[in-house]
């Protein structure tokens, strides 16, 4: 398929398909042919974008009940498309279709939960000095910017509460992985009034331009730290309120009483999933020397004996990097590592063949001072660092810019609780890592966040606070 404007799939603007003059090529990662492409958004697109959910504000706004139903209808709609979308997902995306499906269910998941949470004012006193509440409000239009690594999932994350709170949305999805949002968007604008859900497609200057026009109140967005400073900095000149979920370089601490073999395999998936395209999973793994060795060689087994090819096969355990940068990323961060004096244990290079993928890698070896260690790699690595003193592995883990997610492996589960409450991280497990749900509020600490998503703390931050007083 050429990447021309016939095969380019529509905008949704004000509940209408629109195309575009312009439109950016997609192409499968798993082949390296082109896919298709995604209309490029105008600056008059993007105007009538805004001015048709600012228009439809109010209304959708006041009618409780109606937001409730449309997001009940529109979660029964993405079951009902999981296939289709999670098709659309694999091709532009990599991962393996059943983990695509997956997404789409989850999507789901997000818009049934936030149906169902309640709004309500809060009392705050009733006594005979009056009587005074703390209401919830919409904010107006949401400007919502998401990322190439779960495309649906983290659109629904994100339209899901601001729907429920009584907002309207333009949503961008990335231009590496724009065709399944897009199609989302298709499937979403009948369910909805027009103007309340709108779905445009264009590269980063679109994003800036989202962040710095002046009809939203709010921007949220998911995607690299250095990203976020600069939509941090956008929004803050218009004082717009902001809900940043960026990078992650979780550590995970194994105890000295943890058994590798037991937990060798749910470990490498919590570092090697969606091949490790993830913010919140495992990128640094911390084993005391007593059981460095016997953990080194499970992960190691496992990483050789994993299925890597295009997700659309049957069997396909992990599939390629979605981006060539990522790709050509990944592979510098493991030759810099090697050359500082860490050992391959398995994997170590891009594999042959057309495509983007690497080879699932395990560093032995590492040291908290190589950059496979200290940066985010988002790719299939995992660099395990020897600890002989659990206070130094905190300290390692707690090192740095950081603090998204963590994770502490042990027998006793109190034991790893403890250590857990030591970890500067937004969430910390324990015998698990990015175990998600839509009721869990996720966010991140130091420079890996600002506010949360998920739960009802997530849908608060999509709300402005209102007290209100009267006589008693």
């Known amino acids: 398929m050429t990447a021309t404007a016939e095969h380019a799939p529509a905008m949704t603007i004000g509940g209408v398909a629109e195309e575009a003059a312009a439109v950016l090529p997609v192409d499968n990662p798993a082949t390296g042919a082109p896919l298709g492409a995604a209309p490029v958004c105008s600056g008059r ?203 992650g370089n979780d550590p995970a601490i194994l105890l000295d009483d943890a058994d590798p073999d037991a937990i060798a395999e749910k470990l490498f998936w919590e570092a090697f999933a969606n091949s490790g395209q993830a913010c919140m999973l495992v990128k640094r793994l911390y084993v005391p020397a007593s059981r460095y060795g016997r953990v080194v060689d499970a992960l190691a087994d496992r990483a050789r004996a994993t299925r890597v090819g295009d997700g659309a096969v049957k069997g396909t355990e992990l599939g390629p990097l979605t981006t060539g940068a990522q790709l050509r990323r990944v592979t510098a961060l493991v030759e810099a590592a090697t050359a500082g004096g860490a050992r391959v244990a398995a994997g170590g290079a891009p594999l042959p063949g057309p495509g983007r993928f690497y080879a699932p890698t395990v560093l032995a070896g590492a040291t908290d001072d190589l950059a496979v260690v200290t940066q985010e790699q988002f790719g299939p690595v995992l660099p395990v660092v020897p600890y002989t003193d659990l206070d130094d592995a905190v300290r390692a883990a707690n090192a740095g810019p950081y603090g998204l997610g963590a994770s502490v492996w042990s027998a006793d589960p ?13 969430t910390v497990w324990v015998n698990s890592h990015a175990e998600l749900t839509p009721d869990q509020p996720y966010g991140g600490l130091k420079c890996s966040g600002l506010g949360v998503e998920g739960g009802v703390a997530g849908l608060h931050g999509y709300t402005g606070a209102q007290v209100r007083h009267r006589p008693r």
């Open 414 to 426: 109190q034991r790893a609780w403890d250590v857990a409450a030591r970890l500067d991280a937004g």
């Open 45 to 247: 697109q993007l105007d009538r974008a805004m001015d048709a959910a600012l228009a439809a504000a109010g209304g959708w706004a006041a009618d409780d009940e109606a937001r409730r139903a449309a997001l009940l209808a529109a979660a029964k709609e993405v079951s009902r498309a999981a296939s289709r979308l999670g098709a659309l997902v694999t091709a532009e995306q990599g991962k393996p279709t059943a983990m695509a499906i997956a997404e789409a269910y989850g999507a789901a998941g997000a818009l049934r939960y936030h149906a169902g949470l309640d709004l309500g004012a809060e009392l705050l006193r009733d006594d005979r000095r009056g009587h005074v509440e703390l209401a919830r409000r919409p904010l107006g239009v949401v400007a919502a910017i998401t990322p190439w690594n779960f495309p649906v999932a983290i659109a629904a994350a994100k339209l899901a509460p601001a729907l429920r709170a009584g907002n309207t949305v333009v949503l961008k999805p990335s231009p590496y992985a724009p065709l399944a949002v897009l199609e989302l968007g298709r499937l979403l604008a009948p369910l909805f009034p027009p103007g309340v859900v709108n779905v445009v497609s264009g590269g980063d200057d679109l994003g800036a331009a989202m962040v710095a026009h002046p009809v939203p109140a709010h921007v949220t967005f998911t995607g690299s730290v250095a990203a976020g400073r600069r939509v941090a900095a956008s929004a803050g000149a218009g004082l717009k309120r902001v809900t940043l979920e960026l990078g």
